[in-house]
């Protein structure tokens, strides 16, 4: 099975072009900034993933999503490499999206999704605080 879930960050606006095929195939292609769990010496650090539409997705793509919007994707991992113009093998991963749900509130900040945090008593990591003796609704 090839599924990847992602939530990040628009790096810049998204890129459009037609492919040069037969089909003449629209294709967009975006760089999120995800997050990584843990922080390194104190410092919040994030992975830089290349994501691609391809076909009626693009037009989604084009119309609402842009630098620094809040998203969620579904996709499939794609790997490749490629010969550079010095003759070196350059291999690249991707991700090829399926999927585009979006995360953040309406202005592309974190208020509303802190603001529901809050209410539900969750810490920033999404947890909430249990008191001690306090029944679980799992076993």
Same mark, same amino acid.
């Given at each position: 099975?090839? *599924?990847?879930?992602?939530? /990040? %960050? !628009?790096?810049?606006?998204?890129?459009?072009?037609?492919? &040069? =095929?037969?089909?003449? @195939?629209?294709?967009?292609?975006?760089?999120?900034?995800?997050?990584?769990?843990?922080?390194?010496?104190?410092e919040?650090?994030?992975?830089?993933?290349?994501?691609?539409?391809?076909?009626?997705?693009?037009?989604?793509?084009q119309?609402?999503?842009?630098?620094?919007? *809040?998203?969620?994707?579904? /996709? %499939? !991992?794609?790997?490749?490499?490629?010969?550079?113009?010095? &003759? =070196?093998?350059?291999? @690249?991963?991707?991700?090829?999206?399926?999927?585009?749900?979006?995360?953040?509130?309406?202005?592309?900040?974190?208020?509303?999704?802190?603001?529901?945090?809050?209410?539900?008593g969750?810490?920033?990591?999404?947890?909430?605080?249990?008191?001690e003796?306090?029944?679980?609704?799992?076993?």
């Amino acid at each position: 099975m090839n *599924k990847v879930m992602l939530m /990040g %960050r !628009l790096t810049k606006n998204p890129e459009i072009r037609i492919s &040069g =095929n037969e089909n003449n @195939t629209a294709v967009a292609r975006y760089t999120l900034a995800v997050d990584r769990r843990y922080k390194k010496d104190g410092e919040r650090t994030a992975d830089f993933i290349t994501c691609i539409v391809f076909g009626k997705g693009t037009d989604f793509v084009q119309k609402y999503l842009h630098k620094g919007m *809040k998203i969620a994707v579904v /996709g %499939r !991992l794609h790997t490749g490499s490629y010969k550079n113009k010095d &003759g =070196n093998t350059v291999y @690249t991963t991707d991700v090829i999206v399926d999927e585009h749900e979006f995360a953040g509130g309406k202005s592309g900040d974190d208020t509303a999704e802190k603001e529901t945090e809050q209410a539900a008593g969750q810490d920033k990591d999404g947890f909430m605080q249990v008191s001690e003796g306090e029944e679980l609704p799992f076993n």
